[in-house]
């Protein structure tokens, strides 16, 4: 879990370096700042549950650390989303920043057609109200990282194969 927050707050930052939006790209500083914290105060207590052994609250304390962790990585893809709907900047060098830049380029562009399709569809009745039972869920970056299956989260294709992790190789 500790790994997995590390993935989420370099994806957070690369993406906050990128955003053209100054006040997104706060935020969601301030989210990877707030999951790191989280995420180390998680390896801490999973270090200390480990060596004293089974006990109720610190396993208490564990769970209340994931489930903060958790909610922090939420918040950090709620506030990637903005950014990218804000807009990123200019196409990084970086492998990496790449990657992270082509994974929300997709999001964005599921977005889009969503938002395409259903405004084709218009869910509203004969006085234009909203109606409540067949509209869909707009995609968000949650959904699109776990509907990928782990060895798909590669994105983009490289012809080259490239040594170590990459921050889209982990499974989120």
């Given at each position: 879990m500790v790994s997995d927050g590390q993935v989420v707050?370099?994806?957070?930052?690369?993406?906050a370096k990128?955003?053209?939006?100054?006040?997104?790209?706060?935020?969601?500083?301030?989210?990877?700042?707030?999951?790191q914290s989280i995420s180390s105060q998680l390896g801490i207590v999973a270090r200390v549950k480990a060596v004293t052994g089974e006990s109720r609250a610190s396993s208490e304390l564990l769970l209340s650390n994931v489930q903060?962790?958790?909610?922090?990585?939420?918040?950090?893809?709620?506030?990637?989303?903005?950014?990218?709907?804000?807009?990123?900047?200019?196409?990084?060098?970086?492998?990496?920043?790449?990657?992270?830049?082509?994974f929300c380029q997709q999001w964005r562009k599921s977005l889009t057609q969503h938002r395409a399709k259903e405004?084709?569809?218009?869910?509203?009745?004969?006085?234009g109200l909203r109606k409540t039972g067949g509209a869909k869920a707009e995609p968000t970056?949650?959904?699109l990282v776990q509907e990928q299956p782990p060895q798909s989260r590669n994105i983009p294709k490289h012809p080259s194969p490239r040594k170590g992790h990459t921050v889209m190789d982990r499974h989120l």
């Open positions: 707050i370099k994806f957070g930052k690369i993406l990128h955003c053209l939006d100054q006040r997104c790209s706060m935020e969601l500083l301030r989210a990877t700042e707030h999951t903060n962790l958790l909610q922090a990585v939420q918040h950090v893809l709620r506030a990637a989303e903005a950014a990218c709907v804000k807009g990123l900047g200019q196409t990084p060098a970086d492998p990496e920043e790449e990657e992270v830049a082509a405004a084709l569809n218009s869910a509203r009745d004969e006085l970056l949650m959904s």
